[in-house]
């Protein structure tokens, strides 16, 4: 990786599909293993988040495109359903050692289209890897259930047969991992997929599938498009899907769980979060301050598990300037220079809309602490960068509160009690993450009984499980019934079929009778 003056250089690309560099290289689909011009007239600018170059352009694939990508994955299943559960398991080993092998070149294009620092990019290829790591364990994953004897001479099993093609549609936040939620998963299950990946950074996923190829998986067995809402209505009307899995904001979230459902697909949907941090006035302070900065400002806060909202419950408010002061010498810069904690947001939109949220809580009577409204980048100047923020004074009211802000900004509020915080979080609509810091174990297992959120950490941050559990995000954070990956993820890739069989060596007699009666 070489810094030219503002423009970033990625070497050793070794294929047509992966990472591409000036306004007029463009990105490519992924149609039966081969890296695929789109004929398209309309483009979408990808730009570098730091600089705002724009450095590719992703295509808005046609319909025709669109419709050969998902026949291609049609095709496809018939023979992958038969291939055998170790030659699929063996591809998932491949992957593993090929995506460990390709790591830095990962991070680097996350750091190039994301924006995030080199180091959390890895974090994001790792993340994604574990779940390719747990797909490797398909042959017990995949096990059906037998009874002997439910009657005389008869036996039920059931088996767990996959559903032929599946979709993912994925964010910008997580440019691997969130792709690797989905595809892994879905083709070591016996399905195929068709993903479209985020128009605002496509690359990481262009790389991962170009590795699938590598690593034995059959041409059309995963296909991408790319696009917005004509890909995304494509996925969710097209009859050869049977199943779409969506992370992302409520609306897209909302609106793909509705049209796909009422097209008679299964649909997961992760969306948007108000992550909260209680914190008891037991708790150890400098690991508690270092881990609330730490996930709150993280990835510039584009994480749907950031923790974004903190509650200090009693005497523990007396904390909060030493977390101001931490917060503060945070460093902001391009996710590829050393030293940087935190890089730019995605986009100048996305800046706007941070900016705006910020400017509403002054405006209803929160205390901004720490303002990173006017922060400027040496360098670069005309990136998307907001720094470090933390409004107190913050009330379930206030615009601030009330919406995702997906930014550097933590929102601080205080309760009395621990059970005026519990009322609080319950009352929101977010059931994603919540996190707990004390040192009493009473505290935390009350905390936990009570709490009504899908994925809670005691004394750990940002508690996203690792994939022999799974992603249980509720209420406003997941629509659908089976959560990502772990069992849950195998139970949406597959549906049972239940055989009920009689073996009995001899014939009845001739006096026997048919009965008619229900057994
Ligand atoms: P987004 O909803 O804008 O985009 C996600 C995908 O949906 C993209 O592929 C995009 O092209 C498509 N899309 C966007 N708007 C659409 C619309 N109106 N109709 C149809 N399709 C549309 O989300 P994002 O900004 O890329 O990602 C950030 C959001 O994702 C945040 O809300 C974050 O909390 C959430 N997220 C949730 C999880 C989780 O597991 N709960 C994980 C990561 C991100």
Redesign the pocket.
Known sequence: LHVTGNRLILTNWFSTSRVVLGPNDTVKMWIDGKAVESKTKEWIELTNPATNEVIAKVPKCTQSEMKAAAESCKKAFQSWRDVSIISRQQCMFKLAELIRRDMKKLAHNITLEQGKTHADAEGDVIRGLQVVEHACSVASLQLGETLPNVSKDMDTYSIRVPLGVTAG??????PAM?PLWMFPLALVCGNTMLI?????DPGACMMLVEMAKEAGIPDGCVNVIHG??DA?NFICDAPEIQAISF???????Q??YERGSKNGKRVQS????KNHGVIMPDANKESTLNQLTAAAFGAAGQR?MALTTAVFVGESKKWLPDLVAKAKQLKINAGWESGTDLGPLISPQAKKRVLGLIDSAKKEGADVMLDGSNVTVKGYEKGNFVGPTVISGVQPNMTCYKE?I?GPVLCVLTADTLDEAIDLINNNPYG?GTAIFTTNGATARRFTQQIDVGQIGINVPIPVPLPMFS?T?SRG?FRGDNNFYGKAGVNFYTQLKTVTQMWRAEDASKEAKPQLAFP
């Open positions: 549609i994925t964010p910008f936040n997580f969130i479209k990946p985020s128009e605002q917005q809402h995304v992370v992302g904001s409520d609306q897209a979230g609106y793909i992760n969306m948007g979060a749907c995702e997906f994603n992603f995000g954070s």
